[in-house]
């Protein structure tokens, strides 16, 4: 029997499209211009970039969240008949046009608001934006089920688990193995640590990255991240989520059945495979991510986790027990931390320390709105600030 598919090209806009997910899925769409249609792309402050990107895939309308490159988007792209915003609004402008797939590709907290809008039109959501999950995770599931959108994990170990996760047998699901590579401080003791610096942060062993994720993955704050969002995507208990350092990253995540099966999704390192599986879902596409040559890699090793020289997975894994608004500190501070690292005001093991300061004088409370979110979000961020001023 030869099934038939709809031809009609997918209009897709991409939140973030300057950034190491954006132009991955630039690059896909360009690999098939006929399949997809750009509503929006949205940057920050590479107007350049994004200037071409547009001339490239002619969307409708383009914007920079910061105001003060709308005159230099403008001159860009003089001429064409593209729309053209800037500011916070007009980010949310984008996702809030037509398009039937959106890209959360925005980094941090400011991928929130814009997240949900395309949410609550109902969309199909591509989400590499995990902090959006960290800081808002049921009050944005709430809003998927009751708006009728589509969440597909873009993240690639949340990829993995939904491609191999029955959710027609919640029952026979035993647990969740989030994989981790450990980053580049796997090795390293405290001492060493003490005093890494943001390009040792930065440089990954495996996957190419934006810089906060990549100090993300250096302190493992990252799988700390991982696990609020696994908890908030996947029918499981958070004590049934386990993390397991795998150097090579290759299998991506496993789930574990009640049987004893445990399935596995694996895949070169390269984010082209997870972009493309949701941006074609439910079918598949080709992408150009290098084929997996086991024989060549030879051999995978797994360890334990080290929650001793790597205090961000046990902070994560506290923050999502305790619940109410410690996920949302967590990822506040752990933003500003960041932040401040990487303009050298900090040094590295700094980081968790002040997320874990910031979490411990916080007083905690239930959020029931976006509002409560974002209001938490800014006092977290002022109170971790203050501290990086007074450590100074
Ligand atoms: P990046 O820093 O490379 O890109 C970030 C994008 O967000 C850029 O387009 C930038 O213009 C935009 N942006 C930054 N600040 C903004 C603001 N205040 N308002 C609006 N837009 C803003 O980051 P990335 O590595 O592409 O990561 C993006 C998201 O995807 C993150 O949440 C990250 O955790 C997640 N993710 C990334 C990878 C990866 O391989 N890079 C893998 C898994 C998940
Ligand atoms: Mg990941």
Redesign the pocket.
């Known amino acids: 029997m030869v099934l038939s598919h709809s031809t009609a090209p997918k209009k897709v806009s991409i939140l973030?499209?300057?950034?190491?997910?954006?132009t991955s899925t630039v690059d896909l769409l360009l690999r098939t211009p006929n399949k997809f249609d750009v509503v929006a792309l949205?940057?920050?402050?590479?107007v350049k970039l994004l200037a071409e990107q547009a001339r490239l895939l002619q969307p409708e309308f383009v914007c920079v969240?910061d105001p003060k490159n709308y005159t230099a988007l403008k001159e860009e792209l003089s001429g064409l008949n593209i729309e053209i915003g800037a500011g916070e609004s007009a980010?949310i402008e984008a996702a809030q046009r037509n398009a039937e797939w959106v890209m959360a590709?925005?980094?941090?907290a400011?991928?929130l608001a814009p997240t949900l809008e395309a949410v609550k039109r109902g969309a199909t959501v591509g989400l590499?934006?995990?902090?959006s999950l960290v800081c808002a995770g049921d009050l944005m599931m709430e809003c998927v089920t009751q708006h009728g959108a589509t969440l597909l994990p873009?993240?690639?170990e949340h990829n993995a688990i939904f491609q191999v996760l029955d959710f027609n047998k919640p029952d026979s699901i035993e647990k969740i193995i989030l994989t981790a590579s450990g980053g580049p401080f796997r090795t390293f003791s405290l001492d060493d640590m003490q005093i890494v610096t943001p390009e040792q942060a930065v440089a990954h062993p495996n996957?190419s990255?934006?810089?906060?994720?990549s100090v993300d993955s250096a302190s493992m704050m990252n799988k700390g991240l991982e696990l609020i969002e696994a908890y908030h995507l996947f029918p499981v208990e958070e004590r049934n989520i386990e993390i397991l350092v795998h150097p090579q990253s290759v299998i991506h995540s496993m789930v574990s059945y009640v049987d004893g099966s445990v399935l596995a999704q694996l895949g070169s390192p390269d984010?082209r495979t997870p972009i493309a599986y949701a941006l074609a879902w439910p079918e598949r596409m080709a992408a150009p991510s290098p084929k997996l040559d086991l024989a060549e890699i030879s051999q995978l090793n797994f360890e334990r986790p080290d929650t001793e020289r790597f205090p961000a997975l046990r902070l994560a894994r506290e923050a999502l027990q305790a619940g109410k608004s410690a996920p949302c500190v967590l990822n506040a501070a752990n933003e500003e931390a960041v932040s401040a690292f990487l303009k050298r005001q900090i040094g590295f093991l700094d980081i968790p320390a002040l997320v874990e300061e910031t979490l411990s004088q916080f007083d905690h409370q239930s959020m029931s709105s976006i509002d409560d979110v974002l209001t938490v979000d800014r006092k977290a961020r002022r109170m971790a600030l203050h501290a990086i001023e007074k450590n100074r």
Do not use: L, Y
């Open positions: 973030g499209s300057t950034g190491s997910i954006g949205t940057g920050n402050s590479n969240a980010v590709s925005i980094v941090g400011a991928g590499a934006n995990k902090e873009v993240d690639s996957w990255m934006g810089a906060k994720i984010m």
